[in-house]
């Protein structure tokens, strides 16, 4: 078990990231695809990149990703850029012996290949090398659904931020995943290695993942930067290609709710007021609280009051319709009726 002590200054400086990170999903990705669980979210995902992706470029990347234990840390950075390519750049200019002494700890759990060792030597080729298969599996693996990974990450934040901010640090870490358990000052992460993580007043970044399965993750090194990543709720059909998306007749949510309903609902997934939906729908704001009003009777949104205007935000129905829809997701019975 994994024991994350804080301390009153810790507490004060928790935060949610506000969208996915790259290289995270990235890692978390390739150890998914290493593996037969989740077949229901994944598999079809599983056979896009293994048709998709060239061998010769995976084995590269297997070799330093075991699906279970050690992945080495300068894969993933701390204070890491929103964007693919800043981070990459980041992450492949680490210092020389940060990626050797990583690599030297990743030999406990994989062994030394001639592909590992010359990346240990520092050689630039190698490193030009790697970022290479990064982006080539990226491309293949990540982007096509980088929008409905954002869709429900966001989602996710936007659910845990409403937690923090009515009910306080103490709802959210208690509430963060099955596997977590808060135990004030402790958050106590079971199935992973048994050890203590200080905060000493470095507080934490909370991030939300869509390729993380079951346990949450974190940094090898306690010396970097806190940051615990945790998985998003998962359901069939969280990961659609964006072309699927953009086209409306295989659009199975627009077909059940309307393509501006539809719209709507993904626009509330990161809160907006009736203006923002306007603007993001492209309609009037007389429309945009229309719709508003019939997917808050659905159930599908909330809307409070914010200063001199109303805020909506996506419900856990919402979000579950979004991550189900098409893939039998959601029960015939739990579908909520949404009038024209």
């Known amino acids: 078990?994994?024991?994350?002590?804080?301390?009153?200054?810790?507490?004060?400086?928790?935060?949610?990231?506000?969208?996915?990170?790259?290289?995270?999903?990235?890692?978390?990705?390739?150890?998914?695809?290493?593996?037969?669980?989740?077949?229901?979210?994944?598999?079809?995902?599983?056979?896009?990149?293994?048709?998709?992706?060239?061998p010769d470029q995976m084995r590269l990347l297997l070799e330093l990703t075991p699906p279970r234990g050690y992945s080495p840390d300068f894969l993933t950075p701390a204070d890491c850029p929103a964007d693919f390519e800043?981070?990459?750049?980041?992450?492949?200019?680490?210092?020389r012996q940060q990626v050797r002494s990583q690599l030297d700890l990743l030999s406990h759990y994989r062994p030394v290949s001639p592909w590992t060792r010359e990346l240990a030597e520092g050689e630039r080729s190698s490193m030009r090398k790697l970022g290479h298969a990064?982006?080539?599996?990226?491309?293949?693996?990540?982007?096509?659904?980088?929008?409905?990974?954002?869709?429900?990450?966001?989602a996710d934040r936007a659910h845990r931020g409403e937690a923090l901010s009515r009910h306080g640090v103490d709802r959210?870490?208690?509430?963060?995943?099955?596997?977590?358990r808060w135990v004030a000052p402790v958050l106590q992460v079971l199935d992973m290695t048994d050890r203590d993580l200080y905060l000493?007043?470095?507080?934490?970044e909370l991030q939300p993942s869509a390729f993380c399965w079951q346990v949450p993750t974190k940094l090898q090194d306690p010396e970097l930067k806190p940051i615990l990543v945790y998985p998003i709720q998962h359901a069939p059909g969280i990961l659609r290609q964006s072309s699927t998306e953009a086209s409306a007749p295989s659009n199975p949510l627009g077909a059940l709710l309307g393509s501006t309903r539809a719209a709507a609902l993904e626009a509330a997934v990161e809160g907006c007021t009736t203006t923002e939906l306007a603007k993001r729908c492209n309609i009037s704001p007389a429309a945009a609280s229309h719709q508003a009003t019939v997917l808050r009777e659905a159930g599908l949104i909330t809307t409070r009051r914010d200063g001199a205007s109303v805020r909506h935000e996506i419900t856990q129905l919402g979000i579950w319709l979004l991550s189900g829809h098409g893939s039998g997701g959601l029960r015939r019975e739990t579908l909520p009726a949404v009038a024209n």
């Open 200 to 204: 000493d007043g470095r507080g934490i």
């Open 1 to 54: 078990m994994l024991r994350i002590h804080f301390t009153p200054r810790d507490l004060a400086k928790v935060t949610i990231a506000t969208r996915p990170a790259p290289l995270w999903e990235v890692l978390l990705s390739l150890h998914m695809l290493q593996h037969s669980d989740g077949r229901l979210v994944f598999e079809d995902w599983r056979r896009h990149v293994r048709t998709t992706v060239a």
């Open 134 to 154: 990064i982006r080539t599996y990226h491309d293949a693996a990540i982007a096509p659904y980088w929008k409905s990974i954002g869709t429900h990450v966001s």
């Open 86 to 95: 800043s981070a990459l750049e980041l992450a492949l200019s680490t210092p």
């Open 172 to 180: 959210l870490l208690s509430s963060l995943h099955p596997r977590v």
